[in-house]
């Protein structure tokens, strides 16, 4: 399948002459500055996961009290929306669009079935919470601890085919209420689940997303026609139609996590979902239906506050003189249903074809939801690295602590990217073996 299908990544309809199409779909090379970026990005990301699993794992403090804020409700570990340090490359299928020519009146968008490249996943998030309290007003309710969090995510999504290149830019920030409602913990944090722990989190997010925006903002119109208006090339630098993508939705979900017999593993599962809520100007303003979510994790030794030593880990704690490093397998997987947004109609007030319209951007006055529900899955498989200290701190130990993962993920279904969410997308990890990397704390 030809790459050219890249220059126009969602919301971003790319002018396509009916002459060149009619002799081909020519690709259109990204510049040697676009692919120096790439791996300079890709190079420095990966250097930066490596030095932070070897280092700074071993180096997080622990409270020799409860001091540190606990983590009542502990990130999903599927969910690619997580507010979390992440560097993921993977192997991509995309269905990808190309626009409609604005230089052609007759001419209508379609689409590139099965275009296949590599994706470069970074993004730096945190969830920042504040110390957890048992009671509100000198009253105790029917949680046993609760606490207030803020949340902030961004995130760049590099898709590469060949020498083309699209960059997704993805930012999420807000706040919300964790509780934990039953459980062996406390306002130290949980201590293990021989008793099932009910949590929940509440949260208010705003969400914004920008597909090359440098791109278009330098493009001059119609740069490749000569004066006597013969092309110059099969338009390498082709007109851009761009659609903002900008809204806020209150989120909950409930988390389960039980060890069933007793014993060291544990079983998370959790749903919910989210509601699209109007606080600022929601773009596309059709965009508008709930979305529901559901997951489940197993972790091997989610139910122990000192896992003990492994082979692995055992050989790197006698080489740097301490109990520095522990380790623990895990499996996850995360399923959203949505109506995804049909960004083809963004012009087109009689039906959901791709319109024609002389401008380089649009504000999507007509654009619809699907009809059908759609379902998008994300599986990872891995292992966790955390500070055995943090997992035996505060009164008897707390199950849940700062942790790192090194992950094998697959996914399919909708791209998650905000100017791609009616994009189909399949994932795995590229050449199946190199893993991405999440830091949680």
């Known amino acids: 399948m030809p790459p050219h299908a890249l220059r126009t990544a969602r919301t971003h309809?790319?002018?396509?002459p009916r002459a060149a199409r009619g002799r081909g779909r020519a690709a259109a090379h990204a510049p040697s500055g676009d692919r120096a970026a790439a791996g300079t990005v890709a190079r420095a990301a990966a250097g930066i996961a490596a030095v932070t699993v070897a280092l700074l794992l071993p180096a997080i403090p622990v409270p020799a009290r409860a001091e540190a804020p606990a983590v009542l409700f502990r990130p999903a570990l599927a969910d690619p929306r997580e507010s979390v340090v992440h560097f993921r490359v993977v192997s991509f299928t995309q269905d990808f669009r190309y626009g409609t020519d604005v230089l052609d009146s007759t001419s209508r968008g379609g689409w590139d079935r099965g275009v296949r490249g590599v994706s470069f996943d970074v993004g730096g998030g945190r969830m920042f919470?504040?110390?957890?309290?048992?009671?509100?007003f000198g009253r105790r309710g029917p949680w046993r601890a609760y606490q207030l969090h803020?949340?902030?995510?961004?995130?760049?999504?590099l898709d590469r085919v060949g020498d083309q290149l699209v960059t997704v830019a993805d930012y999420q920030f807000g706040g919300g209420l964790e509780v934990l409602w039953t459980g062996d913990g406390d306002a130290a944090g949980s201590a293990g689940f021989a008793r099932p722990a009910l949590s929940t989190r509440t949260a208010i997010l705003h969400r914004s997303s920008h597909v090359g925006d440098e791109y278009v903002s330098q493009l001059a119109f119609a740069s490749n026609l000569?004066?006597?208006?013969?092309?110059?090339?099969?338009?390498?630098?082709?007109?851009?139609?761009s659609t903002a993508v900008s809204y806020e939705v209150l989120h909950h979900l409930f988390a389960l996590e039980w060890a069933p017999t007793g014993g060291a593993a544990s079983?998370?599962?959790?749903?919910?979902?989210?509601?699209?809520?109007?606080?600022?100007?929601?773009?596309?303003?059709?965009?508008?239906?709930?979305?529901?979510?559901?997951?489940?994790?197993?972790r091997s030794a989610g139910n122990?506050?000192?896992?003990?030593?492994?082979?692995?880990?055992?050989?790197?704690?006698?080489?740097?003189?301490?109990?520095?490093?522990?380790?623990?397998?895990?499996?996850?997987?995360?399923?959203r249903l949505a109506r995804p947004f049909n960004f083809a109609g963004c012009d087109n007030p009689n039906g959901c074809d791709e319109a024609w319209i002389?401008?380089?951007?649009?504000?999507?006055?007509d654009g619809r939801e699907f009809r059908a529900w759609a379902g998008t899955w994300r599986g990872l498989v891995g292992v966790t690295l955390y500070s055995p200290a943090a997992r035996r701190a505060a009164r008897g130990g707390r199950a849940v602590a700062p942790e790192a993962a090194l992950t094998l993920e697959w996914s399919r279904g909708y791209s998650w990217h905000g100017p791609f969410l009616d994009s189909r997308r399949r994932t795995h990890p590229r050449w199946y073996v190199v893993p991405g990397v999440t830091l949680s704390f």
Not at 13 to 16: D, E, G, M, S
Not at 129 to 136: E, S
Request: proline content about 8%.
């Open 13 to 16: 309809t790319l002018a396509r």
């Open 129 to 136: 919470r504040l110390p957890a309290w048992t009671r509100a």
């Open 150 to 157: 803020a949340s902030a995510l961004a995130s760049t999504n």
């Open 226 to 241: 000569r004066d006597d208006g013969a092309p110059r090339t099969a338009l390498t630098a082709a007109p851009v139609r």
């Open 267 to 298: 079983v998370r599962a959790y749903a919910g979902g989210e509601i699209k809520v109007g606080i600022s100007h929601r773009k596309p303003w059709r965009f508008k239906s709930p979305s529901g979510q559901l997951g489940i994790e197993w």
């Open 304 to 335: 122990l506050s000192d896992p003990g030593p492994d082979p692995v880990t055992s050989a790197i704690n006698r080489a740097l003189g301490r109990d520095a490093l522990g380790m623990a397998w895990f499996g996850a997987v995360d399923l």
């Open 358 to 365: 002389p401008t380089l951007w649009t504000r999507c006055l």
